[in-house]
């Protein structure tokens, strides 16, 4: 029976120097690597934002309406060390809601009801450079001042759900042994995919590395040739789709 805590605490607890996530937007020419132990630190700030400054608990939903993009990663797994339960766009009525800047209008106007955390995606996370509308909150100005550890007052158990319908509605220990019994890449291994981590067909490009002490080369905006040559540069074993 597994929780992403133990899944994650086992990563930690090996080589947690590794590349974990490795996102390139070719658009842009950013390129952001988080090792495991980074990937974990930014899981602790984003589990404590999420429960510490908005009061979020074990059972209720997060709707993670984001682009393929590092963040997705993060506040999957910020969510179930909570023990939230991981919900799309497409589900009704979440507890809180977190999205990308294209998605704040539509957000927007739930803020006086429930926490809307928006993120910025530009480089190192940092805050919008303009005025988010009133009651959203900025996750680039909100997550560095949460700590570097986080521990759940109500921790989750291995039978609590981690999805919601739009992603098929599991379990925690079911994500985790889906994963682990999984084919896109071998113990080990390294995907590499422009499928969004953060949105039901892509959930495995981000459980089984994570599961399976691999890692995830994640690109948008890939111009011709450059999913071969990126493929190529970072050593990846594996693609998806």
């Not at 429960?51 to 963040?71: F, K, M, N, T």
């Not at 539509?106 to 303009?130: E, K, N, Q, T, Y």
């Not at 079911?174 to 953060?198: I, K, M, V």
Request: charged fraction near 20%.
């Amino acid at each position: 029976m597994t929780t992403f805590a133990d899944v994650l605490a086992r990563q930690v607890r090996g080589d947690s120097s590794r590349p974990f996530v490795t996102f390139y937007d070719d658009a842009t020419g950013e390129r952001v690597e988080l090792s495991v132990t980074t990937y974990a630190n930014w899981v602790a700030k984003t589990a404590s934002l999420l429960a510490e400054e908005h009061g979020l608990e074990r059972g209720q939903s997060l709707c993670v309406d984001l682009p393929a993009h590092w963040l997705g990663p993060v506040f999957l797994g910020a969510a179930w060390a909570v023990g939230l339960v991981v919900t799309g766009p497409e589900d009704d009525h979440p507890d809180a809601v977190v999205c990308g800047p294209d998605a704040v209008e539509r957000w927007a106007g739930l803020a006086a009801d429930l926490p809307v955390l928006a993120c910025s995606l530009l480089p190192l996370g940092v805050r919008f450079a303009d005025p988010l509308p009133a009651g959203v909150h900025d996750v680039g100005l909100e997550v560095w001042s949460q700590p570097d550890a986080f521990t759940a007052w109500d921790p989750p158990t291995a039978d609590d759900p981690a999805t919601g319908p739009s992603y098929g509605g599991a379990t925690q220990d079911e994500t985790w042994r889906a994963a682990a019994a999984g084919s896109l890449l071998t113990d080990g291994g390294r995907l590499l995919t422009e499928a969004n981590p953060a949105s039901p067909p892509g959930l495995a490009t981000f459980t089984e590395p994570l599961v399976r002490d691999g890692s995830l080369v994640l690109v948008t905006h890939a111009g011709p040739g450059r999913l071969e040559t990126t493929y190529a540069a970072e050593r990846a074993t594996a693609r998806f789709p």
